[in-house]
């Protein structure tokens, strides 16, 4: 059985950086295709970053250039690296592998 479990969230003033970290158990990570979603308060959930199997790394326009995804197959963790926060990222996030997810952790942007 899949399980995840996100840390790393945190409080940050705009242009603050969080890392993120997603924990996997009863799978390896570098064997499979993780992704990062966020939900805002009263929004949709949406796709923020994924990483594969092969390392290859997508990201949501919105966070190119300021986020990176990566992960450490020894740890069986995926990280998600958010530098120069914005206030329009607040929100849960949280990582999937097909239909399993975390419980998210918050990010919070704001002066």
């Known amino acids: 059985q899949v399980h995840l479990v996100e840390s790393g969230g945190g409080l940050v003033q705009p242009g603050g950086s969080l890392r993120l970290s997603c924990a996997a158990s009863?799978?390896?990570?570098?064997?499979?295709?993780l992704a990062w979603f966020r939900q805002a308060p009263g929004k949709d959930s949406e796709w923020v970053s994924t990483?594969?199997?092969?390392?290859?790394?997508y990201y949501r326009d919105s966070v190119k250039g300021r986020f990176t995804i990566s992960r450490d197959n020894a740890k069986n963790t995926v990280y998600l690296q958010m530098n120069s926060l914005r206030p329009d990222d607040t929100g849960v996030y949280y990582c999937a592998i097909g239909a399993t997810r975390g419980q998210g952790t918050q990010v919070t942007v704001s002066s």
């Open positions: 009863g799978l390896a990570v570098r064997a499979t295709r």
């Open positions: 990483i594969n199997s092969v390392a290859q790394t």
